[in-house]
């Protein structure tokens, strides 16, 4: 099993790549990210997460580009391929084939997009009761961890336990704190033993990175939001309602940055059986209005 160590620096590996899918990301490029030599991290990304260094960044970008068709139907596939980092529409219109079984062309942009051993297509309706509402959020510092499987109650009450009790060592003050949940990964494309799930704790400004977590800072953002106060099946409902219903009535396109949940109770408070957030996309800067 790889080391805690290693695990965080793929990680900061993977959170590179997403944060710019389309610049290109080389093994040697990727490998300085790890602090690695190039050998050592293509054995050490595969063995972390169980994928090629090249395939995961295949897999950003086609998520990336699946992401924008999906929230902005009316932009060109040669746009949303050029900008998601493939060499062309025909280099996408290939990839975008060869793991969905069509081309994108043949995509209404509004189904459920998946695999062909996926699940069908069908159309997002709006959660029960949910509104979605424009909401400024950050800035804001959090301590997180990298929490796998993904979705799993005892994974997240573990992965948590150990990001505070870390806290707690260090004397920070973390019961008052933001809870914000954040998807790197899109649930629809990315098989269920790859999905992760960033769990981070609201912590001041002089809290470093050099305890057994990740740091994240998220500047100031616009983000669509909606409530929801149930179980897991709610959240998804508000995604699909945001993705597939909202966006694309929408002038906006989502921002660079993961799905999150705000957490409505603080630190303190949290309890995994009982999921009451805001569903939140932030927004592109100059994009919108």
């Not at 996408?92 to 509004?110: E, I, K, L, Q």
Request: net charge neutral; with cysteine.
């Amino acid at each position: 099993m790889p080391s805690e160590l290693w695990t965080r620096h793929v990680n900061r590996v993977m959170d590179h790549v997403r944060d710019d899918p389309a610049v290109p990301h080389t093994v040697e490029s990727l490998a300085s990210v790890a602090l690695a030599s190039p050998f050592h991290f293509h054995r050490l990304f595969r063995a972390v997460t169980g994928e090629t260094v090249g395939s995961f960044v295949r897999r950003a970008r086609l998520e990336r580009a699946a992401y924008l068709m999906k929230a902005s139907p009316s932009r060109t596939l040669t746009s949303i391929a050029l900008e998601t980092g493939f060499a062309s529409s025909q280099e996408f219109s290939r990839t975008f084939r060869r793991v969905y079984g069509m081309a994108p062309s043949r995509w209404d942009r509004r189904s459920r997009l998946a695999s062909p051993a996926g699940r069908g297509a069908h159309r997002a309706s709006p959660p029960s009761s949910a509104v979605a509402r424009l909401v400024d959020r950050g800035p804001i510092r959090l301590a997180f961890v990298r929490v796998h499987p993904a979705f799993h109650i005892p994974a997240l009450e573990a992965g948590f336990a150990g990001l505070v009790e870390s806290l707690e060592r260090r004397g920070v003050a973390w019961r008052a704190g933001q809870v914000v949940g954040m998807s790197w990964d899109n649930y629809e494309t990315t098989p269920m033993d790859r999905l992760h799930y960033d769990l981070g704790v609201e912590v001041p400004a002089e809290v470093g990175d050099d305890g057994p977590y990740g740091i994240r800072t998220l500047d100031a953002f616009t983000a669509v939001e909606v409530e929801c106060d149930g179980p897991l099946q709610t959240i998804a409902e508000a995604w699909d309602y945001l993705y597939e219903t909202w966006f694309p009535a929408s002038k906006y396109e989502p921002a660079d940055l993961p799905a999150m949940k705000w957490f409505a109770r603080p630190a303190g408070e949290i309890d995994f059986a009982d999921w009451k957030v805001a569903c939140s996309i932030a927004l592109r800067r100059g994009r919108a209005g």
